[in-house]
């Protein structure tokens, strides 16, 4: 039997099992960390054969692993990958290595290596001390600026500053403060805050041949209190004036970082003096629905990253061929709690009421708290909208955003 082991198969990872499934493949879960509990609410045991966990112990878990004799072992999402990374390489399968992981998760040292590679990085600088990051903002004479953390996902704890008083509120909101996947920030991040157009570039390699699968148009709303939290996400069609430019860029950035097995999500800004990288995970992009994708455009990250894993040739046959058109235009609308109370029953009639509407993942269930969104995790949920007309497409992002505002949504 072929096993693949899918280290937390949370977020959009955990749409692998039931296509390895469909293909023949056991699949076993495989829990990084137990004490990383933010997604843990996607994962369904039904799903698979066996699940593992790691309790802090790389060795023993390998020897676990070992045992099963995976043909493939894969991240679900970001905290999965330094554990598969060291799990296939040691078992000699298909695997980034790892000698880059490091650069794959932590954020400073992701902008050190593609500026090792030569390749346009974003100013920065990382310190426990808010006073040193107070110091080197003004030597480099940068005003606006942004404070995170080095390790996290989903804008959790990232902040917009533009003076000493917003810089020092950023550092005490991350400084021994846990992210999201539970990682004690000792440092913080600070980066010169760049100005341009936002992108999410999906992408699945093998052997080193990178495939754009979409391409995603960020808009992001800022708030009062400084937090950049996401208004919506646009598929974009491949005949953008930019494509060439932007295909370059992140090819150049993914074989940089050492991935060149599987899917990565890139988030990069189109400046007027050309691209620049915010961030790049080796893994899915998050929050996604597959079949969503795959009625926009034919295909989707996820079945052509399984399809790279076990039908390698396949995989490289087809991304010989040129994009095609899409076939519908695709939005995700990030909803917004603009405040404190409790997350009523989703109103389906509502929303089946807007002629685009295709789906809806929520990440707060009905009679829970709703907290004041700051970021991608505290958002409530995420809409997807369909639709073969983009001014349909449009007017229903409109009228949604006005139900929000009315609390006719949840």
Same mark, same amino acid.
């Given at each position: ?16 099992? !039931? ?11 495989? =829990? ?19 699940? $593992? ?10 020897? #676990? ?35 880059? %992981? ?19 990085? +974003?100013?920065?600088?990382? @310190?426990? %001390? ?7 903002? =003004? #030597?480099? /004479? ?22 000493? /008083? ?9 400084? &021994?403060?846990?992210?999201?996947? &539970?990682?004690? &920030?000792?440092? !913080? ?10 992108? !999410? +570039? ?14 995603? /148009? ?26 060439? @430019? ?17 899917? *990565? ?16 995970? !080796?893994?899915?992009?998050?929050? %996604?629905?597959? #079949?969503?994708? #795959? ?9 052509? *990253?399984?399809? *790279? ?13 040129? =994009?095609?058109?899409?076939?519908? =235009? ?23 009421? $807007? ?11 009905? &009679? ?10 505290? %958002?409530?949920?995420?809409?997807? $909208? ?21 609390? $006719?949504?949840?």
């Amino acid at each position: 039997m072929n096993r693949v082991i899918i280290v937390d198969g949370f977020s959009t990872g955990k749409h692998y099992a !039931a296509v390895f499934r469909q293909l023949g493949y056991q699949c076993i879960h495989l =829990h990084s960390n137990p004490s990383i509990d933010v997604l843990q609410h996607d994962l369904n045991p039904a799903d698979y054969e066996m699940l $593992l966990v790691n309790h802090n112990n790389e060795e023993e878990i390998l020897k #676990e692993v070992k045992k099963l004799s995976p043909a493939i072992v894969i991240p679900g999402c970001e905290s999965g990958v330094e554990l598969a990374d060291y799990l296939s390489e040691k078992l000699a399968l298909v695997s980034n290595g790892t000698a880059l %992981s490091l650069s794959r998760r932590n954020k400073f040292y992701m902008q050190e290596q593609i500026k090792k590679a030569g390749l346009r990085s +974003i100013k920065q600088f990382k @310190t426990s %001390s808010w006073e040193q990051a107070r110091d080197w903002l =003004h #030597e480099q /004479k940068i005003s606006k600026f942004i404070v995170k953390p080095l390790r996290s996902a989903g804008t959790n704890l990232f902040h917009l500053g533009y003076d000493d /008083k917003t810089l020092q509120q950023a550092f005490k909101n991350i400084i &021994n403060q846990v992210d999201i996947f &539970n990682y004690l &920030n000792q440092e !913080a991040l600070v980066q010169e805050c760049i100005e341009g157009q936002e992108y !999410a +570039i999906n992408t699945v390699s093998y052997e080193g041949k990178h495939y754009i699968t979409d391409i995603c /148009k960020y808009k992001r709303i800022l708030t009062a209190e400084g937090n950049n939290i996401y208004d919506k996400l646009v598929i974009e069609p491949f005949n953008i004036p930019q494509y060439e @430019t932007i295909k370059s860029y992140v090819f150049s950035v993914l074989s940089a970082l050492g991935i060149n097995y599987g899917p *990565a999500h890139s988030e990069i800004f189109l400046t007027t003096t050309g691209p620049v990288l915010v961030e790049t995970g !080796a893994r899915l992009m998050g929050a %996604s629905i597959p #079949e969503f994708f #795959e009625k926009c455009m034919g295909h989707s990250q996820l079945s052509l *990253a399984v399809k *790279a894993y076990i039908k390698p040739k396949e995989f490289l046959d087809y991304i010989k061929a040129s =994009h095609v058109p899409l076939n519908a =235009h695709g939005m995700y609308v990030f909803l917004i709690a603009s405040e404190e109370r409790l997350m009523k029953k989703i109103n389906y009639p509502v929303l089946s009421s $807007l002629r685009s509407y295709y789906d809806n993942h929520l990440y707060t269930q009905a &009679n829970q708290k709703l907290i004041k969104t700051k970021d991608l995790i505290s %958002s409530p949920g995420v809409v997807y $909208l369909c639709h073969e007309n983009n001014q349909i497409l449009q007017s229903d992002y409109q009228k949604l955003r006005e139900y929000e505002k009315d609390n $006719l949504i949840y």
